[in-house]
């Protein structure tokens, strides 16, 4: 077995909120849990006693039901679909991340926000809280009740925060998107919920141009019938923005200023819709998948505690939009006392050391970002621990696309020695992770450490049997978890739930994922399973080349497809250059021997093509199944869920693909 790239000292892993944990089940409960897999046995296969506690460590401020103490936190029929955590338990989400304001901390940053370089703020607790209360008695002047919709299209402001706040103290049911989509983009998912509120900005920042969004909010809004109120930040103005046109508009500071401060908290049940997220929506209209509040605070306090060791006062940061899941993750670190940074914008403006200068001045302990991210970095050759104090920085998380061996090296060597990274992955499905972090083990080269507390993680093949270790296979999930959704908005009867989820594997969470389980206990995520590769009929997944190429200078990045040849199946590789660099007969015979030699030959792409660009989801994954649509001459269903659906057309009718 090769060695760790890092584990932590004893002291180090002692004193993590997981050896915390770990130390209160025993003189608390009695439940003897000495090591990681040791805890995770008892997650699923106590579910009660594990969830119960997790409830109680945090402290969730809230009232379970008579006879729901210790061991008794599930009902149900023992499946995902119809398991309840916490029956007659009620709670709000709001209260929950707010215990901080009003006491001795009350004076301390909340929130830390920046705007690229043009814009920074801060709100305490105290003033977070009263912002959230203006909010929510603006929503009930206006008759919002709970259950009620209250939707985004926000940059990642301080408002956004304090908005969902008050959105989910009166039981309103939040959803966002990101002010780079398009209205097609916004109406596909707001239009499918109908919120009666809509909460926009006049613009944002990008790249260090200012993009406006009030023509665009104008037709939105005629196209969102359900909407009565409309709320605008004025954020990229140096004035409140001119607002006619727009029924029901006003500014923000204007709508608020009426009401006072004053927060209460409707304490409504375990299972209330807290949230409701949207897929990507690149294979058809975006699902809208709606979760509970109680599922979502325990599965996020398990997590962030016990995962990444998020403690009281801590300072955590994950770059994100109000477009992907891991802006809700953020904002739930304000349950563990811990003080949020937000960061709206580009990552590398005015240069690749933004986000790091933000780190040091502001003392991250958590640092989290996408492997796409940590890749640019490490083929720019930039270094963020020279020239800047990292001390602080304990944890560093990484998601949306598998993380290459080479960028753990590169995390090690050029970002600190001395640091928990944490791969991990999940969804917008369940707003949560499958496999995750351990902060007392060790990490090794390119494998997520461990199966997510709680979560009954296998690799199935293709009959639902098991798959043994080192054999790759689909990432399903075979008993109940808290936050696993509701279902989807406006599906009577739970049969496009079911279908998303259920089908494939009967009684089974069957996420997609093409999965191998290592030695270590680790996992391996080799992409989505319905983006696999079959030549010769043997599936192998795409991160496999991926992890190849990118060890090669010249290539920023690469796409791979099958494409359906002569009866069968041939791997097509698309490559993004270096400005400079040319894909010559020497460059595609490199990319093939480091292909076959590192990974195997049927891993060997039939046809090596050099695009001018890829094309991605607002969240920056790469869109294997669209290209692969576009190959085939089939119409791509979702253009709009596409950050540059532009690049599509880089694809139609290539010479190098013909027969």
Same mark, same amino acid.
């Given at each position: 077995?090769d060695a760790?790239?890092?584990?932590p000292?004893?002291e180090?892993?002692?004193?993590?909120?997981?050896?915390?944990f770990?130390?209160?089940?025993?003189a608390?409960?009695?439940?003897e849990a000495?090591?990681?897999a040791?805890?995770h046995?008892?997650?699923?296969?106590?579910?009660?006693?594990?969830?119960?506690?997790?409830w109680?460590?945090?402290?969730v401020?809230?009232?379970?039901?008579?006879?729901?103490?210790?061991?008794?936190?599930a009902?149900?029929?023992?499946?995902?679909?119809?398991t309840?955590?916490?029956?007659?338990a009620?709670?709000?989400?709001?209260?929950?991340?707010?215990?901080?304001?009003?006491?001795?901390?009350?004076e301390?940053?909340?929130i830390?926000?920046r705007?690229?370089?043009r814009?920074?703020?801060?709100?305490?607790?105290?003033e977070?809280?009263?912002e959230?209360?203006?909010?929510?008695?603006?929503?009930?002047?206006?008759g919002?009740?709970?259950?009620?919709?209250?939707a985004a299209?926000?940059?990642?402001?301080p408002?956004?925060?304090?908005?969902?706040l008050?959105?989910?103290s009166?039981g309103a049911?939040?959803a966002?998107?990101?002010p780079?989509?398009?209205?097609?983009?916004?109406l596909?998912?707001?239009?499918?919920?109908?919120?009666?509120?809509?909460?926009?900005?006049?613009?944002?920042?990008?790249g260090?141009?200012?993009?406006d969004?009030?023509?665009?909010?104008?037709?939105?809004?005629r196209?969102?019938p359900s909407?009565?109120?409309?709320?605008?930040?004025?954020?990229v103005?140096?004035e409140?923005?001119?607002?006619p046109?727009?029924?029901g508009?006003?500014?923000?500071?204007?709508?608020?200023?009426?009401?006072?401060?004053?927060l209460d908290?409707?304490h409504?049940?375990?299972?209330?819709?807290?949230? *409701?997220?949207?897929?990507?929506?690149?294979?058809?209209?975006?699902?809208?998948i709606?979760?509970r509040?109680?599922?979502?605070?325990?599965?996020?306090?398990?997590?962030?505690?016990?995962? *990444?060791?998020?403690r009281?006062?801590?300072?955590?940061?994950?770059f994100?939009?109000?477009?992907?899941?891991?802006?809700?993750?953020?904002?739930?670190?304000?349950a563990?006392?811990?003080?949020?940074?937000?960061?709206?914008?580009s990552?590398?403006?005015?240069?690749?050391?933004?986000?790091?200068?933000?780190?040091a001045?502001?003392?991250?302990?958590?640092?989290?970002t996408?492997?796409?991210?940590?890749d640019?970095?490490?083929?720019?050759?930039?270094?963020?621990?020279?020239?800047?104090?990292?001390?602080?920085?304990?944890?560093?998380?990484?998601?949306?696309?598998?993380?290459?061996p080479?960028s753990?090296d590169?995390?090690?060597?050029?970002?600190k020695?001395d640091l928990?990274?944490?791969s991990?992955?999940g969804?917008?499905?369940?707003?949560?992770?499958?496999?995750?972090?351990?902060?007392?083990?060790p990490?090794?080269?390119?494998?997520?450490?461990?199966p997510?507390l709680g979560?009954?993680?296998?690799?199935?093949?293709?009959?639902?049997g098991?798959?043994?270790?080192?054999?790759?296979?689909e990432?399903v999930?075979?008993?109940p978890?808290?936050?696993?959704?509701l279902?989807?908005?406006?599906?009577?009867g739970?049969?496009?739930?079911?279908?998303?989820?259920?089908?494939?594997?009967?009684?089974?969470?069957?996420?997609?994922?093409?999965?191998?389980?290592?030695e270590?206990?680790g996992?391996v995520?080799h992409g989505?399973?319905?983006a696999?590769?079959?030549?010769?009929?043997?599936r192998?997944?795409?991160?496999?080349?991926?992890?190849?190429?990118?060890?090669?200078?010249e290539?920023?990045?690469s796409?791979?497809i099958?494409?359906?040849?002569?009866?069968?199946?041939?791997?097509?590789?698309?490559?993004?250059?270096?400005?400079?660099?040319?894909?010559?007969?020497?460059?595609?015979e490199?990319?093939?021997r480091?292909?076959?030699?590192?990974?195997?030959?049927?891993?060997?792409?039939?046809?090596?093509?050099?695009?001018?660009?890829?094309?991605?989801?607002?969240?920056?994954k790469? *869109?294997?199944?669209?290209?692969?649509?576009?190959?085939h001459?089939?119409?791509?269903?979702?253009?709009?869920?596409?950050?540059?659906?532009?690049a599509?057309?880089?694809?139609?009718?290539?010479?190098?693909?013909?027969?």
């Amino acid at each position: 077995m090769d060695a760790p790239l890092w584990r932590p000292s004893p002291e180090r892993a002692a004193a993590t909120r997981l050896a915390a944990f770990t130390g209160w089940l025993r003189a608390e409960r009695g439940i003897e849990a000495p090591d990681y897999a040791a805890l995770h046995r008892l997650s699923i296969d106590r579910p009660g006693a594990f969830w119960s506690a997790v409830w109680d460590f945090a402290g969730v401020v809230g009232a379970r039901a008579e006879g729901h103490g210790s061991e008794g936190a599930a009902d149900g029929d023992g499946t995902i679909a119809g398991t309840r955590f916490f029956p007659g338990a009620h709670l709000n989400f709001a209260e929950n991340l707010l215990r901080e304001a009003g006491g001795p901390a009350g004076e301390r940053d909340a929130i830390v926000f920046r705007g690229e370089d043009r814009v920074r703020r801060r709100l305490s607790w105290n003033e977070l809280r009263a912002e959230a209360g203006r909010f929510a008695g603006a929503l009930a002047a206006d008759g919002i009740l709970a259950g009620d919709r209250v939707a985004a299209w926000l940059p990642n402001l301080p408002e956004a925060v304090a908005g969902m706040l008050g959105a989910a103290s009166l039981g309103a049911v939040w959803a966002s998107c990101s002010p780079d989509f398009g209205v097609g983009g916004v109406l596909d998912r707001f239009g499918q919920i109908e919120p009666r509120v809509l909460l926009a900005a006049d613009g944002y920042f990008y790249g260090g141009k200012r993009h406006d969004c009030v023509e665009r909010l104008r037709e939105i809004r005629r196209r969102l019938p359900s909407v009565e109120r409309v709320a605008v930040v004025p954020y990229v103005s140096e004035e409140v923005p001119d607002l006619p046109g727009i029924e029901g508009a006003v500014p923000w500071a204007d709508w608020l200023e009426p009401h006072p401060p004053d927060l209460d908290f409707e304490h409504l049940p375990f299972d209330h819709p807290l949230y *409701v997220l949207f897929s990507s929506g690149t294979t058809g209209p975006p699902k809208c998948i709606v979760h509970r509040a109680g599922g979502i605070l325990l599965k996020h306090l398990c997590e962030l505690q016990l995962q *990444v060791d998020i403690r009281p006062g801590d300072r955590v940061f994950y770059f994100s939009t109000l477009g992907w899941m891991m802006w809700n993750w953020l904002a739930s670190a304000l349950a563990s006392r811990a003080t949020i940074l937000l960061y709206d914008g580009s990552p590398f403006h005015p240069g690749p050391e933004a986000l790091w200068d933000y780190a040091a001045e502001e003392g991250m302990t958590l640092f989290g970002t996408s492997a796409r991210y940590l890749d640019a970095l490490r083929k720019a050759g930039y270094e963020p621990r020279v020239g800047r104090d990292l001390g602080a920085l304990r944890t560093l998380c990484s998601t949306g696309s598998p993380l290459a061996p080479e960028s753990f090296d590169f995390v090690y060597r050029a970002i600190k020695g001395d640091l928990h990274l944490a791969s991990i992955s999940g969804g917008t499905d369940i707003c949560g992770c499958f496999v995750a972090g351990d902060p007392t083990g060790p990490v090794h080269r390119g494998e997520i450490q461990a199966p997510g507390l709680g979560m009954a993680v296998e690799i199935f093949d293709g009959a639902g049997g098991p798959r043994p270790a080192g054999e790759a296979g689909e990432l399903v999930c075979t008993r109940p978890f808290p936050s696993a959704p509701l279902g989807f908005w406006n599906d009577p009867g739970g049969g496009r739930f079911r279908a998303a989820y259920f089908e494939r594997f009967p009684g089974v969470w069957h996420h997609g994922d093409w999965t191998t389980r290592t030695e270590h206990g680790g996992y391996v995520i080799h992409g989505r399973s319905d983006a696999t590769l079959n030549p010769g009929g043997v599936r192998i997944g795409t991160a496999e080349i991926y992890r190849q190429v990118d060890g090669i200078p010249e290539i920023l990045e690469s796409l791979a497809i099958g494409q359906e040849s002569q009866g069968d199946v041939r791997v097509i590789l698309f490559v993004r250059l270096r400005e400079g660099a040319e894909l010559d007969a020497a460059l595609r015979e490199r990319l093939r021997r480091r292909i076959r030699e590192h990974a195997s030959p049927r891993h060997v792409p039939a046809r090596i093509v050099a695009v001018a660009d890829l094309p991605r989801t607002r969240s920056g994954k790469l *869109v294997e199944l669209a290209v692969r649509d576009v190959v085939h001459g089939r119409e791509v269903a979702n253009r709009e869920a596409l950050a540059n659906p532009a690049a599509l057309e880089l694809f139609r009718d290539l010479p190098e693909l013909a027969e």
